[in-house]
């Protein structure tokens, strides 16, 4: 679990079911894993009523996994892009009751969870886990270009090409961290870069 | 003459019989300035001066938060209450000049809500009064579902549904009419929050609904002025200011604490809002706590108590104050 450092950077609980009617699942990778846990302490019958949204990593891990738990339904995206306007449909045919589960990587978390704000859910009542890989997704604050998967500090933008200090200042709007230019002054300075993430 | 907030010197501008228990008083600035603004779901608590006693009644603001050159309240009368709402229906005329508080909104809509659902029970009806004016000013999506009693007493149903048709819903316990609650919770769109005053029993049930039908607690707000209840006088001593007072039957503690001098903190004046607690230094007896604000392992500790509203009975008890 992230540690807090300033206030806005994001911090994750451990999922648990939530009194409601409907319940939707957003995870990648090792995120199923915190749903099979939490499922471990679910009562019976709490999956019929469930919609699981899936990215699994590169290795395709974990989907037998989910399918074991039999959720009333269950979709398997490639990446997150290619899952949210599914996601975004869910939400929008949704109706108060719908509980909102998130586990996974930060990256996976954030840009759900700015899904479910923007449909009007309140991100203290989503619930959260993180697993897996640190790797960040960081916004440029001086080209505002979004680079995804940073694993180091500092970290090159991918748009514009300036080394960024990658800070804990989270946007929960854009669902980044923001990546600050560490050698404003002198370009030839680079510092040691280091794998901070992983 | 008290630090729960800021006053303000008003005449009282009209005073307007509504139905067979509810009265509408309207109250104007003395120096003719205009009122400070305020949010829909705010209330003024107001000073009534009866002899030799104040009352400090809280009461919601019911006019639109768009216009401040008049505040307006709704008072039902309690015939069998402590006499605040008999005060002023009996003693209140236009021309009187009172003190009240500068609004306080403990009931304020969620604007980043999509929509807003709104359920009143009764006299409840007032600060929903203010919060659709507000919402209606800005095109706020909001649904009312309002149950009266009958309907001559369903205070301003009538002008609600010329304002805004179809979005109140009126229901009659004489003609059993009912909120299909668990229906109407689970269609409301994902985004939605909803807000309810009333009777306690008409909250708990809405809470505990809400709360099983998977409604996140930050969505659901609700509003419940408790008047204290009356109960055995019992004996106080304060230990800051070091006075021993005495509770009479009809008085709060916080009234009575008040009417020794010590001026407490205070905003809500029915156990819901906080500002009043106060540390127990000892205690020999029980407490009774009506408060909505302390949890229950505050209420067993025994080291607190919201004097607003809830009282004690045994043979000693010593506050910080």
Known sequence: ?198 | MSTGTTKLDVVVSDVVPVNDLVTRFHFRRRDGELLPTFSGGAHVVVEMRDGGRTRLNPYSLMGSPLDTSEYTISVRRDDVGRGGSLFMHRNVRPGLEMVISYPVNLFSLDLRAKKHLMLAGGIGITPFMAQTAQLAAEGGNFELHYTCRTASLGTYADVLRERYDRRIRLYHDDREERIELDRLLSTQPLGTHLYVCGPAGMINWVRDRAAALGWPPETVHFEHFAAPQPGLPFDVTLAVSGKTIRVDEQQSLLEAIEAAGVDPPYLCRGGVCGQCETNVISHDGKFIHNDHWLSEEDHRSGCKIMPCVSRFEGKSLVLER
């Open chain 1, 1 to 198: 679990m992230a540690a807090k450092s300033i206030i806005s950077r994001p911090v994750y609980g451990t999922l648990s079911p939530q009194p409601g009617k409907h319940h939707l699942f957003v995870a990648d990778a090792e995120g199923a894993l915190a749903i099979s846990d939490m499922a471990a302490g679910a009562p019976a019958g709490f999956f019929s009523d469930a919609h699981v949204i899936f990215i699994p990593g590169h290795d395709g891990k974990h989907v037998a996994t989910l399918e074991a738990l039999k959720p009333a339904q269950f979709y398997q995206g490639h990446t997150f892009a290619s899952a949210l306007p599914r996601l975004k449909q869910t939400l929008a045919n949704a109706h108060m009751g719908l509980r909102v589960y998130l586990s996974g990587t930060e990256g996976l978390i954030g840009q759900a969870m700015q899904a479910a704000l923007e449909a009007g859910i309140d991100h203290t009542s989503i619930q959260t886990e993180h697993r897996g890989s640190l790797a960040r997704r960081m916004q440029c604050v001086h080209c505002k270009g979004i680079t995804e998967n940073v694993t180091t500090q500092p970290a090159t933008c991918a748009h514009c090409g300036l080394l960024l200090l990658v800070r804990d200042h989270y946007s929960r709007r854009i669902a980044a961290f923001q990546g600050v230019c560490i050698n404003a002054e002198d370009r030839s300075e680079i510092p040691p870069i280091e794998e901070a993430f992983p």
